[in-house]
């Protein structure tokens, strides 16, 4: 039981955990921000494209707009609220299901964008857990708690909702395609697919995608790759070092998603999918130091 707990539940700083709370408390208020007109945009859509996922599903017609709009706005208010540590205990549940709702209704209307999944399960854990015990609104003049399991827990299961992320897409690949997706042409005719209906489209696509394909032995490698990245993916959440390396092969493989695709996973690119695997709480340390100076 006792190596149990390290693993699942093993002692690590409050700041930590703060700093997490921080940093996807910010990226989910800019993202709502950026995607402010999209989410509003579907007001102007005709009822008949509504199919509702997620929680919406509870719906039998779309919203008001009125109705969509206040959603929105809960989102961000708390969604500051949450970020700043501001009465936690009600904010952080708050602007977890708001930003549940809002993603999931927006999903609703079109192609679901399952990049927006890991946000908001991050965003989950982090209002379930004590987020706010240090660096925030709510422990101004209180000291900083000694490291404890009781914030570590939270840390490992976002680490754990990332590999599971990931080997869950590992696995339907092996699911639809099996071990053809490594030594087929699978992956190759996919990228000159989606290159090819982008290009007819008008939009952007990948000219380093478009050229390779003519090289076919360059995809069962990458293929392989893709797929041990994702399927080892919950290996590296038992082992620190090995975590970390896991990242950056992550981290290479979205790379190489929009180099080939043009396809940019804005969470997983800037870090934020793969912060709860670092000691990020160096990153609030540093900016208290130069406040200091």
């Keep these: 039981m006792k190596a149990l707990r390290r693993v699942l539940a093993p002692e690590m700083p409050a700041e930590r955990l703060a700093m997490l709370r921080i940093l996807v408390g910010l990226y989910g208020v800019v993202y709502l921000l950026a995607r402010a007109n999209v989410i509003w945009g579907v007001t102007r859509y005709p009822a ?3 199919k509702p996922v997620g929680l919406t599903v509870l719906l039998q017609s779309p919203l008001s707009p009125a109705l969509v709009v206040l959603g929105l706005v809960l989102a961000l208010a708390s969604g500051a609220a949450f970020s700043l540590g501001w009465r936690f205990r009600w904010t952080g549940p ?13 999903n609703s209307w079109g192609m679901p964008f399952h ?14 857990g004590p987020s706010a015990a240090a660096w925030s609104l709510d422990a101004r003049g209180l000291s900083i708690p000694k490291a404890h399991a009781r914030f570590g827990w939270a840390v490992v299961l976002m680490c754990w909702v990332t590999a599971l992320t990931y080997f ?16 087929s ?33 360059v995809f069962p490698p990458l293929a ?19 975590g970390m390396v896991w990242c950056v092969a992550a981290w290479g493989f ?18 934020f999918a793969y912060a709860p695997y670092f000691p990020v709480e160096g990153i609030g340390r540093w900016l208290l130091r130069r406040r200091g100076r």
């Design 224 to 242: 392989a790759v893709s797929l041990g990245v994702e399927l080892l993916a919950p290996l590296s959440v038992l082992h620190r070092r090995l």
């Design 168 to 183: 869950v897409a590992g696995w339907a690949k092996l699911s639809h395609s099996g071990f053809e997706w490594v030594t």
């Design 115 to 128: 990049t927006e999944n890991l946000l908001v399960l991050h965003t989950i854990v982090l209002a379930a």
């Design 48 to 50: 008949g494209q509504f």
């Design 94 to 106: 708050l602007y977890a299901a708001a930003l549940l709702w809002v993603l999931s209704y927006r």
């Design 254 to 271: 979205h790379v190489g998603v929009l180099a080939l695709m043009y396809i940019l996973f804005h969470y997983p690119i800037l870090g």
């Design 185 to 217: 042409d699978t992956l190759r005719n996919f990228i000159a697919y989606d290159n090819v209906r982008k290009a007819e489209l008008g939009a952007g696509y990948s000219s380093l995608g478009t050229w390779m394909v003519s090289h076919a032995w």
